[in-house]
T-cell receptor, first 118, second 113 residues
Framework: GAVVSQHPSWVICKSGTSVKIECRSL??????MFWYRQFPKQSLMLMAT?????????EQGVEKDKFLINHASLTLSTLTVTSAHPEDSSFYIC??????????????FGSGTQLSVL | QKEVEQDPGPLSVPEGAIVSLNCTYS??????FMWYRQYSRKGPELLMY????GNKEDGRFTAQVDKSSKYISLFIRDSQPSDSATYLC?????????????FGGGTRLMVKP
């Protein structure tokens, strides 16, 4: 199956710093990337959707200036958590879609990034 | 009320048992139904993918969809300790909404040797 590589797998940072998370689709072109956040023992909450070359669409309640998403190429999307605070500590997961016939698409997930903000 | 409801568990079963995991949903526009397995601190892994109502079998896993009842199930036969994980149901609509997944909260399964 298709592979989405996500890095880093975990990161610890000080409050106020910025953290960048990368997702790469290794063997397919991801025309759409989705970014999720998952708190302990909870399900995935969609944060934003990005299409290659376009601005990301953010879900209600997600601060676009805090969670910067860049999808500059068909194989790379990045999420930057700016001025991170302890409440941003969470598990962040990306997923990529091949595009094409949307109704038959299955999303391929990255392995996730555990962010801990001290 | 959430769009997709899933019992969080944990569900504890002995090795070899048949496991039944379920989700209910309220949006009749959902057409595609998926089951993901997620190990702790890992990304979800797609297990089963079905369209509309009916059954689908893959090895020890069987997915059932009953759109009239807005109810989906995942059965695991001959459960193994390695099946211990959180199982997430997910569903999406058709057309441009096909990529937008709505997830259940996940059920934590523990298979004891």
């Amino acid at each position: 199956g298709a592979v989405v590589s996500q890095h880093p797998s975990w990161v610890i940072c000080k409050s106020g710093t910025s953290v960048k998370i990368e997702c790469r689709s290794l063997d397919f072109q991801a025309t759409t990337m989705f970014w999720y956040r998952q708190f302990p023992k909870q399900s995935l909450m969609l944060m934003a959707t990005s299409n290659e070359g376009s601005k990301a669409t953010y879900e209600q309640g997600v601060e676009k200036d805090k969670f910067l998403i860049n999808h500059a190429s068909l194989t790379l999307s990045t999420l930057t958590v700016t001025s991170a605070h302890p409440e941003d500590s969470s598990f962040y997961i990306c997923s990529g879609s091949r595009g094409g016939v949307l109704t038959n698409e299955k999303l391929f997930f990255g392995s996730g990034t555990q962010l801990s903000v001290l | 009320q959430k769009e997709v409801e899933q019992d969080p568990g944990p569900l504890s079963v002995p090795e070899g048992a048949i496991v039944s995991l379920n989700c209910t949903y309220s949006n009749s526009a959902f057409q595609y139904f998926m089951w993901y397995r997620q190990y702790s601190r890992k990304g979800p892994e797609l297990l089963m993918y079905t369209y509309s109502s009916g059954n689908k079998e893959d090895g020890r896993f069987t997915a059932q969809v009953d759109k009239s009842s807005k109810y989906i199930s995942l059965f695991i036969r001959d459960s193994q300790p390695s099946d211990s994980a959180t199982y997430l149901c997910a569903m999406s609509g058709a057309g441009n909404a096909g990529n937008m997944l709505t997830f259940g909260g996940g059920t934590r399964l523990m298979v004891k040797p």
